[in-house]
């Protein structure tokens, strides 16, 4: 039988009850417990290399973990774009993010430190412990690849969040290690690694899908291609170059044929289409191992549309950033685009107004309820982390850096972006490489919202959205529309958690702008 990444946490969990419970008989006469699991006695068996990988993958989920009252971590990369806002007050660490001035104490930068360190802590884990394991080399192959793509992953985060940041290769056993109180080490390098993992993670044999959710080909094309488009960009600006590895790499993805747009916004959240079609790598939820729990937060605050008691809105769009998209752009329509502006009575009910928008495409229909139907209050969708719209978008954006001009392949990415949005693209001959340019930017800050990317976007090309005039300016002095928080140098770098400073002083000096 196979077992897909959301099953396989619950699996392992039994597995080590029913080891623990052959044990206990003979627990009193033994002097070691054999249900002791440790690195040295557990990576014997095959099983164990599989099981070893699914709890890095189980660690990604860090990313919908709660952040103090009323908010969960993935917020942080959203409210910072100045594209969302919260209808609640009463989370200040949140709060200090909407509005730009947030420090090192702040809890969702934080969770998303240890977060990240995490996943590459039991990456490292596999990739030391996996290889002395008697398997059958090609699953073994599989396993280090998917675990050199998770690892790559999460320094990608890492190197974009925080610039110089320790970079840990090895498990650390004990405070006597070395590496236990690491220096920063150079964006440079960190990128190094990122691009020697997921190059290293292409050769690992594994299928350009897998439905199972676990990392596959084309994910790693993907995200090698979206690295390449940061490296190409601040602060790193290693140009043309690299906008044409990154115009590569994205091209390998779409000639491939294995995925394509959805075409329906619908199935960007439908439980049926998971780990399928345009998703191309997900964060796994099962509500029986692991449930969603952004739904809550997401919701419009407590007004009543939805199966679930608690109707947070700590994360909706901006009035502004929603009446920016075209006049007549399908992702705009309610209840069939990215977006709802009205959803029915305790999720099952009379059709509501609400006055303002909120976000469609991360909406668990099953679990909030829809008309005549309610909701289970239990959520399995997934959380999107790369979409083949973004790779179309990533390959028509390089593609036009590097040679200075778009061509037919790279509009043609870019209408297809446009088409499902059932708006019309202008001719490539109407364009240059500016007026090009900024289509594409304007196409992904609209289809890639609330998506964790728009904020990276921002810092690579160090320009923000303007909604007023449809158009970008630099990022140090922009002011946002909502709320009137100004864009500054530091704010390109989140400040290293002050209590990692604290308990590792090689981590000083702060980065810029930030007390210690």
Known sequence: MKYSIKQYGFILFMALLMLAGQSCNKFLEESNDPSNLSPDNYYTLPEHADAAVAAAYARTRFIGEGAGIFVQNFSMLEVVTGTSRTE????????????????????????????????????????????????????????????????????????RLWGDVPLLVKPIYSSADSSFSPKRTSIQAVYDLIVADLISAEGAGLPWTDASGKASLGAVKALLAEVYLNMAGQPLNKGAAY????????????????????????????????????????????????????????????????????????TVPTPAFYASYEAGDARTVDRQGMYYTSYYTEGNGVLKNLGAPYIFKHFDVVANGTFGVAGTTQSDLNWPQIRYAQVLLTYAEAQNESAAAPNTDAWNALKAIRDRAKLVTPALGTFNTASFRQAVWRERWHELCYEGITWFDMVRLRKAYKESTNSFEDFTGHVFADNNAKLQDKHLLFPIPTAEIRNNPNLRPQNPGYPE
Do not use: C
């Not at 990456?123 to 998917?146: C, Q, S, W, Y």
């Not at 449930?291 to 008691?309: C, D, E, H, R, T």
């Open 88 to 159: 609640t007050a009463q989370n200040s660490d949140l709060n200090n993010l909407v509005g730009m001035v947030y420090n090192g104490d702040n809890l969702l930068i934080s969770n998303w430190w240890n977060g990240l360190y995490n996943v590459i802590a039991q990456t490292n884990l596999v990739l030391e412990k996996v290889p002395p394991i008697d398997m059958e080399e090609a699953r073994k192959k599989k396993v280090l690849g998917e675990a050199r793509f998770l690892r790559a992953w999460a320094y990608f985060y890492v190197v």
């Open 243 to 314: 906008y044409t590895l990154a115009a590569n790499k994205a091209k390998e993805v779409i000639t491939n044929g294995s995925f394509s747009l959805f075409a329906s916004y619908a199935d960007l959240h439908s439980l049926a289409q998971e780990n399928k079609g345009e998703h191309m790598f997900q964060i796994q939820y099962l509500a029986s191992v692991a449930g969603n729990p952004m739904q809550a937060v997401l919701l419009p605050n407590f007004k009543g549309i939805s199966a679930y008691g608690t109707e947070v809105g700590s």
